[in-house]
């Protein structure tokens, strides 16, 4: 058996029948659930799925993926940007437990956008990631 094939098998026997049908049935979490591993690419479908439901966990996990090319994810540093600007105010609100994720996703956006990495270089843009950084830094906290 090649490791491709094992680590499928391996990933499709720690997945239970009820996360299964959680994440068909939208469930961002269990969606993430399924895809945080990211063995398979039917897992990082699941983990897109759950990004794109504005789940903090799984949009911080799949701009990792792409900003360090890790796990069989190719390098793409646009859709690194892409998915760790895809978190705003309104989404950390919405997922108060994971603002240190959130937190951890603006700060490297504005690296990005300081060294022009992905995306057009913009000090402007960087510090008003940087600002958002703060400001959920000290939600996190009150």
């Not at 895809?86 to 919405?94: E, G, P, S, V």
């Not at 996703?105 to 992905?118: F, R, T, Y």
Request: contains cysteine; proline residues 1%; charged residues 25%.
């Amino acid at each position: 058996m090649d490791e491709t094939t094992e680590a499928q098998e391996l990933a499709h026997a720690e997945i239970d029948d009820e996360l299964v049908q959680e994440s068909k049935n939208g469930e961002a979490e269990a969606q993430y659930s399924i895809g945080y591993p990211y063995r398979t690419s039917e897992q990082k479908q699941w983990l897109t799925k759950a990004a794109e439901q504005g789940y903090i966990p799984a949009i911080h996990r799949i701009s990792y993926l792409y900003l360090h090319g890790v796990h069989g994810c190719e390098q793409d540093m646009a859709k690194a940007v892409k998915w760790l600007s895809a978190i705003t105010d309104d989404i950390a609100d919405n997922n108060r437990g994971d603002l240190c994720n959130a937190v951890s996703a603006c700060v490297q956006l504005a690296c990005l956008l300081l060294c022009g990495d992905g995306c057009q270089q913009d000090e402007n843009a960087a510090n008003i990631w940087l600002q958002r950084a703060r400001k959920l830094y000290f939600m996190e906290w009150t």
